[in-house]
């Protein structure tokens, strides 16, 4: 209330200073006597605890003009950053019936009702107050910005896709990580497989953004399915140069697809490269499984022994330990080890498998857009010694 009391004091006394400036005569001291009969009712109204009653007052009291505008936005912007929303929309309001504002003050008097109305949740009123602005250039980027949100939130992804493709018209670039993501969106939301229509959407998002994984993945996923390996090979090979810390995603994709073109020597060499790389234990895992039956158990155990002196992780421990009691001699040790394994397990069951590089959120599945900040492609597979 006090916030509220200071910003109107000094529009009410300025109000009546320009009236006494502007005015003579006896039509002024009626004038003025009306104002402070007014004012003293606003502040009263005020000081009472009766808000609502002082907000319609001082709307009365004080004249919108170019030396008042100013003052009503702020007073609206007040109410809507307290949570006081009707209050701010009945400013706005007020303030867009008044045939004195520029187009520029009507601009911006709208577009700041229009936040009160995303605010509140009346959808629809907000939507149709962007979408009259769309074309404003003060608020038109700003505008179909919070189109782009309401359309994403709500999952209408033809909708968000089109705001994505204004805002990348007018410069936008930044959006088109976005604008991929739609697209992928829509490919999962389609049931027409017999028109190639997921494949063509997820086709979009990769030539919006080179570097969407999400979609080069589940184009390879399609190539693999429809046998179509020479295709799926290539894209494979893309993701893992492009970035590693997704290969454990592509890493089921790229076995089989290698394994069925009959290309093991190269599978090899492809894994030992993603090793390299950084890859995590799940690549050496892949790796050891493929050249099991030409491995000693000894051999099995040194590379993973070799491979966690390098990255620790406790998942590679968990897996160097499942190996080590198949030849460890029964008694006390074995039980023990028994023990550990078992208790390093369920360690790993509590652990999360996925992190948001923005904002740290942690999950057991990898989401594309993040639960937590809405950030698209950030949530990523953990890697070090809680990770991969």
Sequence with gaps: MFELLFLLLPVAAAYGWYMG????????????????????????????DQPDKAVDQFIALVEVDNETIETHLALGRLFRQRGEIDRSIRVH????????????????????????????????RCLAIFGELEQSELYGDKSLGHLL???????????????????????????????????????????????????????QALSIDANCVRARLAIAAYYLDHGRLADCQLLVDQLLSQDIDYFREVLPIF??????????????LKLDDALDKGAGVATLLAKIAIMRPKMSQQQVEQQITDYLVRSPSIKGFYE??????????????????????????????????????????????????????????????IRGLDGD
């Design 21 to 48: 400036r502007r005015s003579a005569g006896h039509q002024h001291q009626r004038d003025v006597k009306d104002v402070s009969k007014n004012y003293s009712a606003g502040l009263n109204y005020l000081l009472s």
């Design 93 to 124: 309001q007020n303030l867009l019936a008044r045939p004195v504002l520029t187009p520029e003050q009507h601009q911006t008097a709208l577009y700041e009702l229009g936040n009160d109305y995303l605010q509140a949740g009346l959808i629809d």
């Design 149 to 203: 949100s309401i359309y994403q939130s709500t999952k209408e992804w033809p909708q968000a896709i089109l705001m994505a493709k204004k805002l990348i018209a007018r410069g936008q670039d930044s959006v088109k990580v976005q604008l991929a993501h739609f697209y992928c969106e829509q490919a999962d939301k389609s049931c027409d497989d017999k028109n190639n229509t997921k494949l063509e959407y997820f086709k």
């Design 255 to 268: 076995v089989d697809c290698y394994q069925r073109r009959d290309q093991q020597p190269s599978l090899i």
């Design 320 to 381: 160097l330990m499942k190996y080590q009691l198949k030849d460890a001699e029964q008694g006390k040790a074995k039980d023990s080890l028994k023990h550990l394994k078992l208790l390093v397990g369920e360690q790993l069951k509590l652990k999360p498998v996925y992190r948001c590089c923005g904002c740290g959120f942690e999950a057991k599945k990898i989401h594309w857009q993040c639960p937590s900040c809405l950030a698209w492609g950030k949530v990523k597979p």
